[in-house]
């Protein structure tokens, strides 16, 4: 991408100069044609004032010469300004062809890079495979190293149970003694263990009862609030509600017209700054960018009105516009005229 700018860049500033210099060139054949033509007119009245006085008719045949003269001159000035010109497209060209050189050389010089890019990559992958085989094999004789351990844990393990049983028998008689002793102690921990439970199950029912209050004065909220959300709070006052349709509707046609005018405006933007040539540095394309954008975000903003307005007259034809979306509650008859549409109260609107 940078490469193709970078050449753009390059023929777009080498066709100024050219342009520059065939406007230079046609000016001075013009100027060499004016300055051919007016020696020839002031030359001819010259023999004829001065005929007179010497009388003699050589006075043409020196003037001749230099009638003569003058074409020559002009045409040696076209056919420099013509070699100046042909110059300038010779250097133009091979400006050119030296911008498509450094782009052929940039695209072959990212062409190494990538193949440099790729080789490193498959020898990464070659050495992460290499160091993942040595893994698996450092793990396959940590595994059988662990295993012969555990054999001899076992094998170890197995000697010390048997010694542990031979102590056991030994030590069988004092063991039945103290076996009494904690038997005697087990059942008095059962015992509290038991008061204690009993406390418990005592305590969770008291709990359980007010879980059971706090549940069914949830629930009588729950049934007010539901109430209220499926209240209509103006669907007896007919009258008020058709006012308000009216309203809503004259707004709607508002908006719709303002929507159009913007969207009529962004496009003749559009097609303005398709048409004409816009200088990019002095700003004005995008300006013209900025202004499209804030016309096509009103726009935007105007259609999400009007589906506001549709929502609100729905609500109209079933009674429930004019309730509060937040706490449900009736929106006051002077709030409803004044903004179009609403449907949250003031103290929900403060709120937010």
């Known amino acids: 991408m940078f490469l ?78 013509k070699a100046k010109a042909h110059a300038a497209a010779k250097a133009l060209r091979e400006r050119e062809q030296k911008a498509k050189a450094a782009a052929k050389k940039a695209l072959a010089r990212e062409k190494a ?28 004789a940590q595994a059988a190293a662990k295993a012969l351990r555990e054999r001899e844990q076992k094998a170890r393990a197995a000697a010390k149970e048997r010694e542990i049983a031979r102590k056991a028998r030994e030590k069988a008689a004092l063991e039945a003694k103290k076996q009494r002793e904690i038997e005697a102690r087990r059942k008095a921990v059962e015992a509290e263990k038991l008061r204690k439970l009993r406390e418990i199950e005592r305590r969770e029912a008291e709990e359980r009862k007010r879980q059971e209050r706090r549940q069914a004065e949830e629930r009588k909220r729950q049934e007010a609030l539901e109430r209220k959300m499926h209240s209509k ?20 046609a508002a908006t719709n017209e303002q929507i159009a005018v913007s969207e009529s405006e962004a496009n003749e933007m559009l097609v303005d700054r398709e048409r004409l040539e816009y200088d990019d540095e002095d700003g004005s394309s995008v300006a013209s960018d ?59 609107r403060a709120s937010v």
């Open 113 to 140: 890079l990538a193949a440099a890019k790729a080789q490193r990559e498959r020898e990464l992958k070659a050495r992460t495979a290499a160091k993942e085989k040595a893994a698996a094999q450092k793990a396959k």
């Open 233 to 252: 709070p103006y669907a007896d006052d007919h009258e008020f509600l058709e006012e308000l349709r009216e309203l809503l509707l004259a707004t709607r």
């Open 4 to 81: 193709v700018r970078e050449e753009y860049s390059m023929s777009s500033s080498a066709k100024t100069p050219a342009k520059a210099t065939a406007k230079k060139a046609t000016a001075k054949k013009a100027a060499a044609k004016r300055a051919a033509k007016v020696p020839a007119k002031k030359a001819a009245p010259a023999p004829a004032k001065k005929a007179p006085a010497k009388k003699a008719a050589p006075a043409p045949a020196r003037k001749a010469p230099a009638r003569k003269a003058a074409p020559s001159v002009a045409h040696k000035a076209v056919a420099a300004q």
């Open 290 to 348: 900025i202004q499209r954008d804030q016309l096509k975000e009103f726009a935007t903003a105007l259609r999400l009105k009007v589906d506001e307005i549709d929502v609100a007259l729905a609500r109209i034809d079933d009674g429930s516009y004019g309730r509060c979306d937040e706490c449900f509650e009736p929106i006051s008859q002077a709030r409803l005229r004044a903004q179009l549409p609403v449907f949250t109260c003031v103290s929900c």
